[in-house]
């Protein structure tokens, strides 16, 4: 409501634009900053949907994903994906995997989709997918995160609906300082479930990307009494672990992918 009553005040005469004097200098605040609407119109059609299949056609593993860059291909557009790595550990590799493009907008799209190169180590957990698509939109990428600011995490959890959660970054850099350019991890107090790892984090005052998530903290439940003993995990709620902008670009430099992160960065 704040912001729209200033823009009521300021109208058409300053556009958006108010002249501050201090002293003999001034400056230029902008009092304009877009709505949630609009900047979730510009994150929403980065986010896909990765599905896994086996050989009949049947889902085997569902992930969320995120779009990086597109590039022309002879028969279209090529669209590259971001997701996590651990999305094609163990059993999975092998299986059929494709990409689901449009779900901000009902009209989904399934198409294969070739993993071109994956980690999954105690410091990075990526993939890169390639596929090709007409409804490849990018997200923007400009700045790491800092502590403290709003994000939203657009992901799909158990394999189902596109979802977003939001909540602030909450911790940065807490596998310690050595080689933070490599490794550095975030954390988001946005809840996430199963089938959200790979998915876009986003600044949710500009909408560009900051990381993808990497999994969250589990807490172990154990039965108590009974003849058969048995536990399950479950989500430790705000604690939901991020791949940061700079271990991503750390990744795509060691495979030779650097080029597809083009927007200004340091």
Not at 23 to 37: H, K, M, S
Not at 124 to 144: F, I
Not at 222 to 232: E, R
Not at 233 to 262: A, M, N, Y
Request: glycine residues 10%.
């Amino acid at each position: 409501m704040r912001l729209a009553l200033v823009t009521r005040a300021v109208g058409r005469v300053a556009l958006g634009m108010s002249v501050v004097w201090l002293g003999a200098g001034c400056r230029v605040v902008n009092l304009w900053e877009p709505t949630d609407e609009q900047i979730l119109a510009r994150i929403l059609p980065s986010a896909v949907q990765v599905i896994l299949e086996q050989q009949e056609g049947r889902r085997f593993r569902a992930a969320s994903g995120v779009i990086i860059a597109t590039r022309p291909a002879t028969s279209g557009t090529e669209c590259f994906v971001l997701t996590a790595g651990h999305t094609f550990s163990g059993p999975a590799r092998g299986k059929g995997v494709y990409v689901v493009f449009g779900s901000s907008k009902g009209r989904e799209t399934k198409v294969r989709a070739a993993v071109l190169v994956e980690s999954e180590t105690d410091n990075l957990d990526l993939a890169l997918l390639k596929a090709e698509s007409d409804r490849c939109t990018p997200a923007s990428v400009r700045r790491p995160a800092t502590l403290g600011e709003w994000a939203w995490v657009v992901a799909f959890p158990w394999g189902s609906r596109m979802t977003l959660a939001r909540g602030v970054v909450s911790q940065t850099d807490f596998d310690g300082p050595a080689d933070r350019d490599r490794d550095s991890r975030l954390m988001v107090d946005a809840s996430v479930s199963y089938g959200a790892s790979g998915a876009g984090v986003y600044e949710a005052r500009t909408g560009s990307l900051i990381g993808v998530v990497e999994g969250y903290s589990t807490a172990r439940l154990n039965s108590q009494g009974g003849d058969t003993s048995w536990y399950i995990d479950v989500p430790v709620p705000g604690q939901t672990l991020v791949t940061s902008l700079r271990s991503i670009r750390k990744f795509l430099e060691e495979t030779g992918h650097s080029d597809l992160l083009q927007d200004s960065f340091r």
